[in-house]
């Protein structure tokens, strides 16, 4: 399965399970991806800024990833490393609950959902797990997220797919364009460019 090569930049709005923005500019580099963005919302009656860095492999496997936020307690910064061996460095400190994840996913971001979908290349009908290292908004928690991903039928130009996730008893079909980012994401947020 191809994708159309990425835009330089895209951004989506947070809605529903929060109020916000996030823009990220995309770069392919020689030896892979970067992606450096922010988001910023209010949640719950708290207000977050989340900036993010992320370094990917030619093959969309995460390599590096460094996040900073701000809310009302303060700043918060982690640095994530994986090796060849897919074991995990948090804040230079061996994660072993992270071992055997490939991506990251922040619950800041729409962005993040891309990265399995590129690295999986499921043709449709196909599903795969696809656990992630979860990092969550408000103070940088590190976690292991436990994911399935089911390539569905598409209608038009872009790809659907079937998303769930039992630590948050979700379930949600997840609408991607042709370079393979999220347009639609119910509850959470829909590309605004």
Known sequence: MA???LPPFAAWRHIEARDGFEVVFL???EDGFRFEGRTVATESGQAWSVDYEIELSPEWLTRRAR???RTVSGRHDVLLERDGESR???DGVPAARLNGCLDVDLE???????FPIHRLRLGVGDEA???AVYIRALDLRVERLEQHYQRMESAGPGHRYAYSCAAFD????LVYDESGLVTEY???AVRAS
């Open 3 to 5: 994708f159309a090569n």
């Open 27 to 29: 770069r392919v580099e």
């Open 67 to 69: 996040i900073s936020s």
């Open 88 to 90: 995990w460095l948090v």
């Open 108 to 114: 800041s971001s729409a962005l993040t959902n891309a």
């Open 129 to 131: 797990d696809a656990p």
């Open 170 to 173: 979700f379930a949600a079909e």
């Open 186 to 188: 119910p509850g959470l």
